[in-house]
């Protein structure tokens, strides 16, 4: 038992290595910028300007985790409010209409979500969030209707038959034995929506993606390098965090 | 006590229980034997309400179980299943103290009686207490589901095939067991086997039921001397009937004094089965066995021809 635990702890401090290594990455990367004008130089060499400047890198950062910070909050209480809905009693007639809607946002491009979205709400932060919301929310929805689909019915009939009301069976049998499959889910939609939030710049959103739509305005590749680089650091350390955290929820639901 | 009468449940156009009409009186054991699709698990399952029936009345200590809250209902009703249906995430002592700590027990008192349950089945605290479902054997796994039912003490347990998935020598075990325990806590058992030995072996009350109708029902014995018609005859095991009932006889019931002829070599306790005392006679090619008593004293014996008349004179 003893060495059991031990190997368990070896593993969990193994595995925040990765999230921290990249982490750690993108504040260099984030704080470092500036300094780091002889790389980029060598990449254009005649551009009076080789690092991206109308705004500190940290402030894109903040601005990029907030927009899908609360992109993510919305899509995670709305997807897995209406996966649960749809699979109680009451809600089932429902479950074929959600599955589709929540399809239906994912094929619709973040573009025209976009293009639709300035007229109606103007220029900044709002259409970037919406257009996030309705890409983000399928694999969400889907996942938290797959794992609680998968809840073994005979531990749900167990349940009942012991006196738990439908409440309490939710909340402390299909919730958390659900729970590594939703997750799945918000790790793709927030990873996801890391990567597409950049488009938000060209609505006037300023974030991580401002340097790169310069970039490609400007014909300044070392503007474009600069954005894709902290996004996809940014991307690796949230995935890699999520990573670490569904390996916990499994090793604790293991052989369920 | 429990009260079925003229109890049947429809599934749209299926019939799956019959008109039945049961009483299991309070500390009783019930056995309900059949062939899979039957409708025994459907008429267990109408009993803690997790199945509504369609027509007739199902009484609980002369209430009917319409004027319970389910849920409260439930509480008060073990419930054990072929597959455990334990709780993953949750470890055995947190399985096991589920319903009292539904019923809002203090922490003390849930922690005390978890204990007490986890002594009564052989799961030492300190071994099993922090162990998940997935680490236990199948046997292990259902020891805490019957500790789990039995947590807050209900009057009724249902039992729904609960050994199903075991093998023989388990099964076996925890039968032996459940007997056990039962002659302690006298609760009110109604137990689903398609099992025909598991039933005699536990049963105070046999249901035989077919085509979601009873067939018969009474004490095991009577069943076994007196079967209705072919189907509860195979049932019981056919030409394997006469040991059966063997099984069911005590030596102590139909031994003879010590006659004055040489004590037989052989020896038996009296609280052995006849089936055991005709085992034991094959064995040391012998008809006759010395009765004894719980101190290997002699208390009587015992001849193969005594029990062939004594079986032919129940039979008749």
């Not at chain 2, 039992?159 to 998935?165: I, K, L, V, Y």
Request: proline share 5%.
């Amino acid at each position: 038992m003893r060495n059991n635990k031990s190997v368990e702890q070896h593993l969990t401090r193994r595995g925040w290595a990765l999230p921290l290594v990249w982490g750690a990455l993108l504040l260099v990367g984030v704080l470092g910028m500036p300094y780091m004008e002889g790389v980029f130089r060598w990449m254009e060499a005649d551009a009076r300007q080789v690092i991206y400047n109308r705004a500190e890198f940290y402030t894109l950062l903040a601005r990029h985790l907030l927009v899908v910070g609360v992109a993510a909050l919305v899509t995670i209480s709305v997807g897995v409010l209406a996966g649960i809905a749809v699979t109680r009693q009451r809600g089932r007639d429902f479950l074929p209409l959600v599955g589709q809607l929540a399809s239906l946002g994912q094929t619709f491009p973040p573009v025209a979500v976009l293009a639709l979205a300035v007229p109606v709400l103007g220029f900044g932060t709002l259409p970037i969030i919406v257009a996030l919301m309705l890409y983000g929310l399928l694999p969400i929805v889907r996942n938290t209707l797959v794992g609680l689909q998968d809840v073994n019915a005979d531990i749900k009939q167990a349940a009942l038959a012991m006196g738990m009301t439908p409440w309490q069976i939710l909340r402390r049998v299909e919730l958390p034995l659900a729970a590594p499959v939703i997750l799945a889910g918000v790790r793709t939609s927030v990873t996801i929506n890391i990567a597409t939030a950049a488009l938000g710049a060209t609505v006037g959103a300023s974030n991580l993606g401002d340097p790169i739509i310069a970039g490609i305005v400007n014909g300044n590749m070392a503007y474009v390098l600069q954005g894709a680089l902290l996004i996809a650091l940014l991307a690796l350390t949230v995935d890699s965090a999520f990573d670490v955290y569904q390996q916990r929820l499994r090793t604790r639901l293991s052989a369920s | 006590m429990i009260e079925l009468s003229h109890v049947s449940k429809h599934f749209g156009e299926e019939t799956a229980v019959d008109d039945i009409t049961l009483r299991i009186a309070k500390g009783k054991f019930c056995a309900l034997v059949g062939t899979s699709g039957c409708g025994k698990s459907t008429t267990l399952r109408m009993i803690n309400r997790l199945i509504e029936h369609s027509a007739g009345e199902i009484t609980l200590d002369g209430q009917l179980i319409e004027n319970y809250d389910p849920v409260k209902l439930r509480r008060r009703i073990g419930y054990v299943i072929q597959s455990t249906g334990l709780f993953p995430h949750w470890t055995v002592a947190r399985n096991i103290g589920l319903v009292p700590r539904l019923l809002k027990w203090s922490g003390e008192d849930v922690t005390s009686r978890v204990s007490e349950l986890m002594n009564l089945l052989g799961l030492p605290v300190a071994e099993f207490a922090h162990k998940y479902p997935h680490q236990l054997s199948g046997g292990q796994a259902q020891r805490v589901g019957v500790a789990r039912a039995l947590a807050a003490d209900p009057d009724i347990l249902l039992m729904d095939e609960p050994f199903g998935a075991l093998d023989p020598i388990t099964r076996e075990k925890l039968q032996d067991e459940l007997a056990k325990l039962q002659a302690r806590m006298h609760k009110t058992v109604v137990f689903v086997t398609h099992d025909m030995d598991e039933a005699l072996k536990l049963a105070d009350h046999l249901v035989v039921m077919r085509d979601g109708g009873i067939v018969q029902q009474g004490t095991p014995l009577a069943l076994l001397q007196h079967p209705a018609d072919p189907f509860v005859e195979s049932l019981l095991g056919g030409l394997e009937r006469g040991l059966k009932q063997a099984a069911l006889t005590r030596i102590k019931d139909h031994m003879s004094s010590l006659g004055p002829t040489l004590p037989a070599q052989s020896r038996i306790p009296g609280d052995f089965s006849l089936r055991q005392a005709l085992s034991m006679m094959l064995r040391d090619h012998s008809d006759r066995l010395t009765v004894v008593d719980q101190q290997d004293v002699p208390i009587g014996e015992l001849s193969l021809r005594k029990i062939v008349k004594e079986a032919q004179l129940d039979k008749g």
